[in-house]
């Protein structure tokens, strides 16, 4: 049986290693995980009790269109509910929008490296996928706008950046998107958007209005808490999105999912208190680097990159013998580095005493 040739190269998405199994491993009684940018504070007790309310309807459908999901974002992001496309995760609508737009007679422009989705999702679609290097950690959009040609039908700007936290400023966007031809979809996947704390991060909804081929991802697996339940969004001009919905599995969000969305934007509290905690969170990391001159990249999202000048696997697996799993950045383009997320405060003085350990 013979599959597509674009796949035999790929490799399934790796996660990391399960508490569970480090636990056994390593005959550890206490395992942390700061490895997938998860929310250590959970999810809004509003949300775990509109999940009880949901459990008693597991039986039926969810509704394919997110109605009451649909109407709520609206109103949170202050859009259209047609100019709104619901997916399994912010994820799935990579897929979509690769899936609807993407063909071996097209290519895509995106930094590298960067959230690894929009490669992998256009290598299956059989697209040429033009890559351009991050220059110290940041996306040179001028080169990306290079890269561009009359084939080129999307351009992946992640910002804030994963795996290095970076962002785009909002003149740099405004500059950009001034010069992407009209036939090019920009895809800004604002994943970490609600953990942004720089006062010159553009007002991407702003822009719709102006630019019809713009699309914003957000996602609610990040600061709201519901990573496990896979619900995200896209936002964008309503013909655009009229035209993908096509290629979107039906039901393809579930009604937990959907009750859960909902109870997290009743409750913004939840969220900012999350943000200012985030906040404390980065400069404990920060104030460790500079004590021990480790270079890092300045941080907009719930996670932080740090160069230990080693190969990452093996400070990866010093931690990971004491109970921290982390990520290696060999899996993410920055083979010295490590990307950890922000913890509790607890978490972060722990894991930061282990690595003063080994660096010194």
Partial sequence: MQVKKQLLGLKPYQPGKPIEEVKKQFNLTKVVKLASNENPYGCSPKAKQAIMDELDQLAIYPDGYSASLRTRVAKHVNVNE???????????????????????????????PTFPQYKHNAVIEGSEVREVPLVNGDHNLNEMLGEIDENTTVVWVCTPNNPTGTYVTSDSLLHFLSKVPKHVLVVVDEAYYEYVMAEDYPDTVSLLKEYSNLMILRTFSKAYGLASLRIGFGVANAELIRKIEPAREPFNTSRVAQAAAIASLDDPEFVEDCREKNKKGLKQFYEFCENLNLDYYPSEGNF?????????????????????????????????????????????????????????
């Fill in 304 to 360: 932080i990159l740090i160069d230990f000048n080693r190969d990452s696997d093996e400070v990866f697996q010093a931690l990971l013998e004491k109970g921290y799993i982390v990520r290696s950045g060999n899996a993410l383009g920055f083979p010295t580095h490590l990307r950890i997320t922000v913890g509790s405060e607890i978490q972060n003085n722990e894991i930061i005493e282990i690595l003063k350990d080994f660096v010194q």
């Fill in 82 to 112: 047609e100019e709104l496309i619901f997916g399994n995760g912010s994820d799935e609508v990579v897929q979509i929008i690769c899936r609807a737009l993407l063909n071996p007679e097209k290519n895509t422009v995106m930094a590298t």
